[in-house]
């Protein structure tokens, strides 16, 4: 069992930055594969970004590819979201993930239903 805690979200103006963070309980965090996904008003939880156990390999959504960073750090037990150039179309409660179901380190996975483990969310708003 892990427990899931988000943090870094607020309200942001169109073009600016946010880094959310995870982090995650138990000591055995360097077996999950890690991912972040988002649920705006009336929509579909969609996946935005995933990192395998090790942190050697990353997946992004389209809508996000080359604004948003995903990083771990298995010493601290977190993962962390960078997130630049927002735009209103961001605006979603975002909560992290944890997948226990794959062995290799360097596996990873933006299905919803292969993560077992969800957070409660934070909120990020941004304004145009």
């Known amino acids: 069992q892990v427990q899931l805690v988000e943090s870094g979200g607020g309200v942001v103006q169109a073009g600016g930055s946010l880094r959310l963070s995870c982090a995650a309980s138990g000591r055995t965090f360097n077996s999950y594969v890690m991912g972040w996904f988002r649920q705006a008003p009336g929509k579909e939880r969609e996946f935005v970004a995933a990192?395998?156990?090790?942190?050697?390999?990353?997946m992004y959504a389209d809508s996000v590819k080359g604004r948003f960073t995903i990083s771990r750090d298995n010493t601290k037990n977190s993962v962390y979201l960078e997130m630049n150039s927002l735009k209103p179309e961001d605006t979603a409660v975002y909560s992290c993930a944890a997948s226990k179901q794959f062995f290799f380190s360097t596996a990873l996975t933006n299905d919803e239903d292969r993560y077992d483990y969800w957070g409660q969310g934070t909120q990020v708003t941004v304004s145009s």
């Open positions: 990192i395998s156990r090790s942190g050697g390999n990353t």
